[in-house]
C-alpha cells in the first residue's frame, strides 16, 4: 500500500510518520509546492522520491499532481503542513483517502496560526485534530482529536513543543489504525 505525504515546510510530521515502525504503508512520495522547503531535503535522506512544483493554477496544478501520483501508485494522501487548499480535481480521485493534521480543536482555531491563536485567545485547553479534508480550510469529518491543556506559566512556544509531540505520535497511530481497518 502506497501513499503520498504533502508537505510544504518543516516537514517534523513527515519525519515522524518515517520514523514509526511498522507502519501501514510504504510512504512512496512527497509533494510539495516549495521548492528549498527543509521538508524535500528531509525526504531525500530517507530515499523517497519528490515531487516539487510550483503552479499557480489549480485545475492545472491538480492534473499534474494526479498524474504524478497515478503513476506512482499511490493510493493515500497525507497532508502535513500542506499550505494549499485541494480542489475538485483532487478530491473527485482521492475521495475519503486524503487526511489532515491540524494543531487546534477543530472546528475552534482553524487556517494559519492555529497555536498562536489559541494562545492569544486565552482559552484553557487546544489539542490536535486529524481529520477527512474537504474544500474547505481544516473543515471535513473528525477522526480524532486530543486535548492538550494550555498551562499557567505557557509560552507559544513551550506550548507548540508540546503540541509537536502529540502531533508526532498521534498521526502515524491513526494511520495505522485507519489503514488496518480498511
Ligand atoms: C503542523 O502543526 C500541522 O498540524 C500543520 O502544519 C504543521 C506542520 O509542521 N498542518 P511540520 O512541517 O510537520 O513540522
Redesign the pocket.
Known amino acids: 500500500l502506497k501513499a503520498a505525504v504533502f508537505?510544504?515546510?518543516?516537514?517534523?510530521?513527515?519525519?515522524?510518520i518515517m520514523e514509526t515502525k511498522h507502519l501501514a504503508c510504504e510512504i512512496a512520495l512527497l509533494v510539495c509546492d516549495k521548492a528549498g522547503a527543509?521538508?524535500i531535503a528531509k525526504a531525500e535522506k530517507y530515499g523517497v522520491p519528490t515531487f516539487v512544483f510550483d503552479a499557480p493554477d489549480k485545475a492545472t496544478y491538480e492534473k499534474v499532481i494526479i498524474d504524478k501520483l497515478e503513476e506512482s501508485g499511490i493510493s493515500w494522501i497525507f497532508?502535513?503542513?500542506?499550505?494549499r487548499i485541494a480542489g475538485p480535481t483532487l478530491l473527485r480521485s482521492y475521495e475519503g483517502r486524503i487526511l489532515?493534521?491540524?494543531?487546534s480543536l477543530l472546528p475552534a482555531f482553524p487556517g494559519v496560526d492555529?497555536?498562536g491563536q489559541a494562545f492569544r485567545a486565552g482559552v484553557g485547553t487546544t489539542g490536535?485534530t486529524v481529520h477527512y479534508i474537504d474544500e474547505g480550510i481544516?473543515t471535513g469529518p473528525i477522526i480524532v482529536q486530543e486535548k492538550v491543556t494550555i498551562l499557567k506559566d505557557d509560552t507559544e512556544e513551550s506550548l507548540?513543543k508540546r503540541?509537536?509531540q502529540v502531533?508526532h505520535q498521534l498521526?502515524p497511530k491513526v494511520i495505522n489504525q485507519l489503514l488496518q481497518s480498511k
Open positions: 508537505a510544504s515546510g518543516t516537514g517534523s510530521n513527515f519525519e515522524a527543509s521538508v497532508l502535513a503542513g500542506y499550505m489532515n493534521i491540524h494543531p492555529a497555536i490536535v481544516d507548540k503540541i509537536q502531533e498521526y
